[in-house]
């Protein structure tokens, strides 16, 4: 009377639905700083992740960006884990995910000398 495959099928879909839920909320949670997403952008940058890394470290690393996934110091404030929501390089501004990945001048500096050495 079962089907063969139906609960490998049923657990696909579910899992399915998941991660297009958890997509969804990454998508959203870069709407404020970037704008919308469309879509095809969306899925179009989750393939280049995903397809242009070999190293599967470098992979994860990138995953992490896109999903928003590293914890910055407003968030580690808020959680009571930090005294001051400021970055924690340059002590000027807080510490949100845009300003450290890409504002703040402290670790630009500091990214721009490690290229330098090793590129």
Not at 23 to 31: K, V, Y
Not at 35 to 44: L, Q, R, S
Not at 95 to 105: A, Y
Request: aromatic content about 14%; some cysteine; overall charge positive.
């Amino acid at each position: 009377m079962h089907k063969k495959g139906m609960i490998s099928r049923v657990y696909s879909q579910i899992l399915s639905t998941v991660q297009d839920q958890a997509s969804l909320h990454s998508r959203a949670q870069w709407s404020p700083d970037v704008g919308e997403f469309a879509g095809d952008v969306w899925d179009a940058a989750l393939e280049s992740v995903l397809g242009n890394f070999s190293f599967s470290l470098h992979k994860l690393s990138q995953l992490f960006i896109l999903h928003r996934a590293y914890r910055t110091p407003v968030q580690l404030y808020r959680w009571g884990r930090l005294e001051s929501p400021d970055c924690s390089i340059c002590r000027v501004q807080q510490g949100n995910f845009i300003h450290m990945l890409w504002r703040c001048p402290s670790y630009i500096d500091i990214g721009m000398r490690f290229f330098n050495l090793f590129c």
